[in-house]
């Protein structure tokens, strides 16, 4: 005997853990447990065998690992015995998943069984591949599960018809063969037989259209009649739940009803009669008949067009919505959702209701009600809907607010009537639920403050009210600091009032008063304090009697600890001492930022938006006559921008430097800390704004940028707002610190580097890292526009050897690509040589669309695989 | 995306049909979708018209998947003191996932108020729970199905079981957990009800372990005799 083997039952094991008062006490027990049957696994002990699978699947159970116990259940299955068989299909299916290969083992095992004489082995293997089996195992016994569905006793043709249906789900080719011996099962009177049945069809039909077409045909007529009866049956006590016959079958019948009458109106007729009997004739008191209720409310939405019916359906669904229950009115929720697709109007009738359930205590109907309330607003109810939903913004719990705000924003922004309303509702959000707005639903709100030129001083002073209410919620400040930054001559001078506006008595100190608590909030973040920081900057000269106190405060920050701050203010500090000649050019107000970039570049973004809600209604009837604000086919085309193509390279690049679009800390190092120490480095450091996030670094850059460069804003604006473009991995080149030089010099860099690239495309730095610069240059032969030719180089920018260099690339479906091969697949190092290689993108949509790009560069140095991967989109527009 | 296999690309959308390319272990099946409901539920509930999801076919295969298969992925009995009872997995879920998965379910669901509906909405799956005394039973479903349904066949498991234990607890649970498997084994199958009456399901429980007291009778007296032989 096994000194380890402790021999206990089951029972007495499951007592033992049970008394155990800590954790590590069950640890102790399970321990000393799986040792024991590790032993006798060992020493194959027959005898225990099936007591020791029970104890490990209980193991299993409380979460410990039980993967040696797994060929037990295969030994167990292929013993003769029904107690073993039974275990062992237990552990099989409690231990396994159908991923694993053992599993493989036990198709044989499966086949014997399936053809046994004892029915209830029959049914055990019946039921473990119905519950686990894969694939391959499905594809080989399908043949036996087929012959089974004709077995004599019902319970095995109730089991087979279940297994046929993972057997499809898993391997679709089959379906075919199930269709016949399935619809043969509907004829049946057993009731494990029928729903089983029913459910096969059900799924036979999702993967078959052959199969639909055919039940279609054949079978309509006494699925009707299957479900008239047991409607009409009397009480039958074996399958009667609170007075309804077999509610579970009702439920089934009416699912595949309703597939087979969805875009069939010859089908659709034949069941009217029944649904309006179901409809109308079942109890609604009790759950089941609910449950066959709701099934029924869907079919009828779901088959083709019958008015009298449909007013039916709404018309329980109203019921449900005002039931005390609140399952009931959770289902009712959902199942307006879907109404909303078919009859909108009638859903519109109960939104007093649904609004009242945002405002349920229950999270999961107040979940619901959030997602059907949005897809009701449309251009005529948008104001009052709004206004509610902002109302209950005020006293909603915490965790609900995220979602609500994100619904409240996105409504206001597609919906909006005016731009004025826009902004005042976005205040609103904002200064209720600020902290839980995203960021690009405030980036978005400063452009379009930016647009509306007519309104910026109403916006201003608005903001600047609520600004001195409260600082609570962060992303209100910041948008009201840039608003300031900008627009603090309009707040002072009260310019451009509207006559709903009250008046305000803003002096230049209060302004400035207003951004020192900004900077020196303790609770406000960097992002905030560096964007009020800028914003002190530019007053300075907007407002010279308070230059002075502006100077001081900045001064006071050079002693920041928080680096970033610091740096900011000393090179501030710097130009307001010594730069006065191009300081008021420095800070002059923004250009007018651009739209249709923004929402280019949303677009691009797109794919996290709709996983946030799973719902998007875009082709929702419910009156929503504008489009989805981006064209989604634009997916992968990031650079829709209307910037001026030319300068990519050069003046490009450069700018997007400036932006510190691509001083992300990884690439910093290889750009600016190179250039050398001189006085316009100060200001180098100055326009790259580090490692803020490069949206409020944008509004200084662009803004300093303007004075000279007003046509490149647009690009630059761009480039700050796509916060996480791959574009950034351009690092600044030598070439664009010395345009920086001479930009401060006054001379134009820029439209001189346009002009060295010629009248050809400008070669392009496709792509740059620390250690690997790609360069692109572009040609086209003539009367071929569509097609470009693109010569790659690569250079090594660090001193080793690349080994085994290999360039993937990848386009969008409206772009053809063809790679040559790569002249050597090894890259010396620093620089000394390259490798070039050429591709052939053909552009489908040339003229609509940019060429875009993925990347992907793979390559070995020092015996370690480096991979790197970006993405292109700053192409020369009209490639 | 618990339930999505290893590799798995969208082959091709368009808006009749969806065809699925899915690499499962060694082979690579086709799943062809033809009806025309598939795919306009998919546009439906995505949002975006079907010709453009071929566009980014990863991020929307989880869609898919829930729209594609319905039925009752997991059932889960879970104790107030988040002890797990019994499992049952219909749907693929590796080990680790399955831990993850009771984890988060028990966290949510216990700490739901009494009066408040019995559906979670559960990373884009619905879960019915309801509770028995001490004991919660959940089931995990898709967003589409009849969660009234879910319920009342909740409430018939719970039914056969009390039937079978004769007022069923909390412990007989635990120490005949094998039993509480085979009933549900007779109740769903492939994640599907297999039979509507209780009363046939305890005829075949009753039926099969008759069978297993019949062979322990057999067991034990042929090992009676060779007892006495050997004697």
Known sequence: ?879 | PLSKPAQTQIYQIRFESVELFVNEGFKLSKYKYRNRSAATAAEIRIGIPASVLSENPDFYLDFFFRLLSRMIHFVLLISRQGKVRLTKWYSPYSQKERTKVIRELGGVILNRGPKLCNFVDWRGFKVVYKRYASLYFCMCIDQDDNELEVLEIIHHFVEILDRYFGSVCELDLIFNFHKAYYILDELLLAGELQESSKKTVARLIAAQDSLVETAKEQASSISNIIAQATK
């Not at chain 1, 089974?148 to 319970?155: M, V, W």
């Not at chain 1, 045909?217 to 739940?241: F, H, M, Q, W």
């Not at chain 1, 040589?833 to 552009?843: A, D, E, F, R, W």
């Open chain 1, 1 to 879: 005997m096994n000194p380890f083997s402790s021999g206990t039952r089951l029972r007495d094991m499951i007592r033992a853990i049970r008394a155990c008062k800590t954790a590590a006490e069950e640890r102790a027990v399970v321990r000393k447990e799986c040792a024991a049957i590790r032993a006798a696994i060992n020493e194959n002990d027959q005898d225990y065998r099936h007591r020791n699978l029970a104890k490990l699947m209980f193991i299993h159970m409380l979460g410990y690992p039980t993967h040696f116990g797994q060929m037990e259940c295969l030994k167990l299955i292929a013993s003769t015995g029904f107690p073993e068989k039974r275990i062992g299909y237990l552990g099989l299916m409690l231990l396994l998943d159908e991923r694993q290969e053992v599993l493989m083992l036990v198709t044989n095992s499966l086949k014997q069984d399936l053809n046994h004489s004892n029915q209830y082995i029959v049914g055990l293997a019946l039921c473990a591949l119905g519950n686990i089996s894969s694939a391959e195992m499905a594809r080989d016994l399908a043949p036996d599960v087929e012959r089974l569905l004709q077995f004599r006793d019902p319970n095995i043709r109730k089991k087979a018809a279940l297994c046929s249906i993972r057997i499809i789900k898993k391997v679709p080719d089959l379906a075919e063969n199930f269709m016949h011996p399935a619809s043969s099962l509907l004829k049946e009177k057993h009731h494990g037989v029928l729903i089983t049945g029913v459910q096969l069809c059900t799924d036979l039909c999702k993967v078959s259209s052959e199969a639909l077409e055919y039940f279609r045909e054949n079978c309509i007529e006494g699925l009707v009649k299957t479900l008239r009866d047991i409607a009409n049956s009397p009480y039958s006590p074996e399958y009667d739940i609170a007075g309804i016959t077999d509610p579970f079958l009702h439920i089934r019948l009416l699912k595949l009803l309703r597939i087979l009458g969805q875009g069939d109106a010859g089908a659709s007729d034949c069941m009217t009669d029944i649904l309006a009997q179901v409809a109308s004739r079942t109890e609604s008191n009790k759950n089941a008949g609910n449950a066959i209720l709701y099934e029924c409310v869907e079919t009828i939405m779901s088959i083709e067009d019958n008015g009298g019916l449909r007013v039916l359906a709404i018309n329980i669904l109203g019921r449900f919505l005002s039931n005390r229950d609140n399952n009931i009115r959770y289902v009712g929720l959902n199942m307006l959702m879907k109404a909303i697709m078919v009859d909108a109007k009638a859903v519109q009738r109960h939104r007093a209701t649904i609004l009242e359930c945002v405002k349920d205590s229950d999270a999961s109907i107040q979940k619901r009600a959030l997602e059907l309330v949005y897809l009701l607003v449309n251009e005529s109810n948008v104001k009052p809907l709004t206004k509610e939903l902002i109302e209950y913004l005020e006293v909603s719990n915490q965790e609900f607010k995220g979602d609500i705000t994100a619904k409240i924003c996105s409504l206001v922004e597609k919906f909006s009537p005016a731009k004025i309303w826009y902004i005042d509702q976005m205040l609103k959000v904002l200064s209720e639920a600020g902290n839980f707005v995203k960021d690009e639903v405030w980036h978005a709100l400063i452009i379009v403050i930016s647009n509306a030129s007519d309104l910026h001083g109403y916006t201003v002073r608005a903001l600047y009210r609520v600004f001195q209410a409260s600082t609570e919620q962060e992303s209100l400040v910041r948008v009201a600091v840039w608003c300031v930054g900008e627009y603090g001559d309009m707040l002072v001078n009260n310019v451009g009032m509207l006559d709903i506006e009250e008046p305000i008595t803003v002096t230049e100190s209060d302004a400035v008063d207003a951004m020192e608590v900004a900077i020196k909030c303790q609770r406000l973040g960097l992002t905030t304090k560096a964007m009020a920081l800028i914003a002190l900057f530019k007053l300075s000269s907007r407002f010279p009697s308070c230059s002075e106190r502006i100077k001081d405060i900045i001064v006071q920050n050079k002693r920041s600890l928080v680096l970033e701050l610091q740096q900011r203010s000393i090179e501030f500090s710097c130009i307001l001492q010594k730069h006065h000649n191009i300081r008021s050019a420095l800070v002059e107000r923004m250009p007018i930022l651009d739209e249709a970039t923004f929402t280019g570049r949303k677009a691009g973004s797109l794919p996290t938006a709709v996983s946030a809600s799973s719902i998007i209604p875009c082709n929702l009837p419910n009156g929503i006559a504008k489009p989805a604000a981006a064209p989604i086919g634009d997916l992968l085309d990031l650079s829709s921008d209307d910037a001026p193509p030319a300068p990519v390279s050069s003046g490009g690049d450069f700018l997007q430097d400036l932006l510190g679009v691509d001083l992300s800390p990884a690439s910093a190092p290889s750009g600016t800390s190179q250039s050398p120490k001189t006085g316009t480095d100060v200001l180098l450091d100055l326009l790259s704004i580090g490692t803020l996030p490069p949206v409020q670094s944008s509004s200084s850059a662009i803004d300093i940028l303007s004075s000279s460069h007003d046509n490149k804003a647009p690009v630059a604006n761009l480039n700050g707002l796509a916060s996480h473009s791959s574009l950034s991995a351009n690092a600044t080149s030598p070439a664009s610190s010395a345009g920086m030089m001479d930009l401060l010099n006054g001379t134009g860099a820029i439209t001189q580097k346009h002009e060295e690239n010629g009248p050809a495309y400008p070669s392009l730095v496709a792509y740059e890292s620390s250690t690997l610069r790609m360069t692109f240059n572009f040609s086209k032969q003539p009367g071929n526009p569509q097609t470009t030719f693109i010569q790659a180089t690569f250079t090594n920018l660090s001193p080793n050897v690349y080994n085994g260099f290999l360039f993937q690339a990848a386009v969008p479906k409206f772009l053809q690509l063809h790679l040559d091969p790569a002249s050597s697949n090894t890259l010396p190092a620093s620089g000394n040589g390259s490798i070039t290689q050429c591709l052939k993108v053909t552009n489908t949509q040339h003229g609509k669309k940019s060429l875009v790009m993925r990347i992907r560069i793979a390559y070995k140095t020092n015996d370690k695989d480096v991979l790197e991967e970006g993405q292109i989109n700053n192409f020369p527009r009209d490639l």
